[in-house]
């Protein structure tokens, strides 16, 4: 069965850097889009970076400018690159693949068992 193991988060100082990890592993014949997610206290789960298997990619607006995605094919894996870190960033991170498991299913999406993510002086 696929699996999505993350890496990476942790406690940070605002205006600190992280960097998230997510491998995808287990029975992938192709995987498309791959993205984070976040969901805060009190928060619904948020699309926060995505990217297709051709390397597009889009942001919400508040993390523009700020966060950056990028994949490795060859390894299955997605990264977060997260610079100048704000309060308001603080949540657990979740990736997310679309994967091909086998021919005959259309792809479906699996989840990481998500990081946390805390942003605080």
């Known amino acids: 069965q696929v699996q999505l193991v993350e890496s990476g988060g942790g406690l940070v100082q605002p205006g600190g850097s992280l960097r998230l990890s997510c491998a995808a592993s287990?029975?992938?014949?192709?995987?498309?889009?791959m993205g984070w997610y976040r969901q805060a206290p009190g928060k619904e789960r948020e699309l926060v970076a995505g990217?297709?298997?051709?390397?597009?990619?889009r942001y919400i607006d508040s993390v523009k400018g700020r966060f950056s995605i990028s994949r490795d094919n060859a390894k299955n894996t997605v990264y977060l690159q997260m610079n100048s870190l704000k309060a308001e960033d603080t949540a657990v991170y979740y990736c997310?693949?679309?994967?091909?498991?086998?021919?005959?299913?259309?792809?479906?999406?699996?989840w990481g068992q998500g990081t946390q993510v805390t942003v605080s002086s």
């Open positions: 287990g029975s992938i014949f192709s995987i498309n889009d």
């Open positions: 990217i297709t298997s051709g390397g597009r990619t």
């Open positions: 997310n693949a679309k994967i091909l498991v086998k021919l005959a299913a259309p792809p479906a999406n699996y």
